[in-house]
């Protein structure tokens, strides 16, 4: 079983839908990171996450440490919006940050 | 601009010989690291460091080589030992282990 769950793995919707990607893990963290993978390959960082909810325009993030678990929200999606979503943990015990698997998100005209 | 450079973008190389991916931020951090990316798979961290000329092997580091002579550079190599060496390779920095991180655009390469 991987450290770092994310479902859906694929993710397609019409434009204005409101989109929840999850993440579930398994080790103790020092913080959960959000990010942004185009079909160009670059990564971008959304939030990083210790506690509680984070907002940034259209997009919210939103932890639980004692259920483990991470949502990232996307309201009033846009086409521009299809991406993979990644989440990754920073991991206390390893130090290191491991990813999940990533969300394969299309947002349809 | 600060940011984190990866070149080339697209490497192609024959089988057998080494390459090696650059790798430049200039955001003065002091973590830097790379990671392998396969289709359909998380990423994998191959090497990472902490401070100029100190490194650590990460979950995947076999075929694969490092240096941190400089605090803006991390070069990678992948080295003919490596069995599969076609895949994305991305590069990250931030200012200490596990604090945000910022991605360069990466490399993909491709051993022929």
């Known amino acids: 079983k991987n450290e770092v769950e994310q479902s859906p793995q694929n993710l397609t919707a019409q434009e204005g839908e409101f989109i929840t990607i999850n993440c579930s893990y398994s080790v103790g963290i020092s913080a959960l990171h959000w990010l942004q993978q185009h079909p160009g390959g670059g990564i971008v960082s959304l939030f990083m996450?210790?506690?509680g909810k984070k907002k940034h325009g259209r997009l919210i993030a939103t932890i639980n440490i004692q259920e483990k678990h991470s949502s990232l929200h996307i309201t009033a999606s846009h086409p521009r919006d299809s991406a993979v979503y990644i989440c990754a943990v920073g991991d206390q015990g390893a130090q290191k940050l491991v990813f999940g698997q990533g969300t394969r998100l299309t947002i349809n005209p | 601009d600060g940011g984190i450079t990866q070149s080339p973008k697209y490497l192609f190389r024959k089988e057998g010989q080494n390459v090696t991916l650059s790798c430049e931020q200039n955001l003065n951090h002091d973590a830097m690291y790379w990671y392998r990316q396969d289709p359909g798979q998380g990423l994998r961290l191959i090497y990472y460091?902490?401070?100029?000329?100190?490194?650590q092997k990460g979950d995947i580091a076999e075929g694969y080589s490092v240096s941190r002579e400089k605090k803006e550079s991390f070069p990678l190599t992948v080295t003919s030992a490596q069995k599969n060496p076609t895949a994305f390779y991305l590069c990250?920095?931030?200012?200490?282990?596990?604090?945000?991180?910022?991605f360069g655009q990466g490399t993909r390469l491709t051993v022929v």
């Open positions: 990250a920095s931030s200012t200490q282990l596990n604090t945000e991180a910022f």
């Open positions: 996450l210790s506690s």
């Open positions: 460091s902490q401070i100029v000329n100190d490194f």
